[in-house]
């Protein structure tokens, strides 16, 4: 096998392996509990999501922009704004193969679920215009559940109620 469908196949082995390898991270440091409260805010607000998400890229875009013009400080500006939106992005895509993953093993252990989920998002990324619409319901769903603490947090936070705490049963 050569040419570009070798190509192509070492491409979707690569970024296979790293999505497992980013996923299985992500979900264990931040635990099922902020998981399931994310993929739920998936499931409820996908199309806030998708509009925050894309409001989270512009403001990006626009302090990459400013931070050319801050002197000392705009590359440590530039740099804590890509940590933000890379940290939010990896967190928001690991909740979206983990809600993936649960629409297909509806009763199976979480992280199989999650692992699954890291499979088919995978391979629907490799459709043209889908990649960008993951990145972007990643960025927006962890956005707005305050990287899982309810799926209503953001609005809360603007009405200034206090969000209830994430449930800890595992």
Same mark, same amino acid.
């Given at each position: 096998? +050569?040419?570009? !469908?070798?190509?192509i196949?070492?491409l979707?082995?690569?970024?296979? =392996?790293?999505?497992?390898?980013?996923?299985?991270?992500?979900?264990?440091?931040?635990?099922?509990?902020?998981?399931?409260? =994310?993929?739920?805010?998936?499931?409820?607000? !996908?199309?806030?999501?998708?509009?925050?998400?894309?409001? =989270?890229?512009?403001?990006?875009? =626009?302090?990459?922009?400013?931070?050319?013009?801050? +002197?000392?400080v705009g590359?440590?500006?530039?740099?804590?704004?890509?940590?933000?939106?890379?940290?939010?992005?990896?967190?928001?895509?690991?909740?979206?193969?983990?809600?993936?993953?649960?629409?297909?093993? @509806?009763?199976?252990?979480?992280?199989?679920?999650?692992?699954? +989920?890291?499979?088919?998002?995978?391979?629907?990324?490799?459709i043209?215009?889908v990649?960008?619409?993951?990145?972007?319901?990643?960025?927006?769903?962890? !956005?707005?559940?305050?990287?899982?603490?309810?799926?209503?947090?953001?609005? @809360? @936070?603007? !009405?200034? @109620?206090?969000?209830?705490?994430?449930?800890?049963?595992?």
């Amino acid at each position: 096998m +050569g040419g570009l !469908a070798g190509l192509i196949l070492f491409l979707f082995v690569l970024s296979l =392996i790293t999505h497992l390898i980013l996923v299985l991270i992500t979900f264990l440091v931040a635990g099922r509990a902020r998981m399931d409260v =994310i993929a739920e805010t998936i499931r409820v607000r !996908a199309g806030a999501s998708l509009l925050f998400g894309l409001g =989270i890229v512009v403001a990006g875009v =626009i302090l990459f922009i400013m931070s050319t013009w801050m +002197g000392p400080v705009g590359p440590v500006v530039a740099i804590i704004v890509a940590v933000a939106l890379g940290v939010t992005l990896i967190v928001g895509y690991t909740a979206l193969c983990y809600w993936v993953g649960r629409l297909i093993t @509806q009763r199976g252990a979480p992280l199989l679920a999650a692992m699954l +989920g890291v499979l088919v998002v995978t391979i629907l990324q490799f459709i043209p215009f889908v990649l960008p619409v993951f990145h972007l319901l990643a960025l927006g769903c962890a !956005a707005l559940s305050g990287f899982g603490q309810h799926t209503h947090w953001l609005q @809360q @936070q603007f !009405a200034g @109620q206090a969000a209830p705490p994430p449930s800890t049963a595992d």
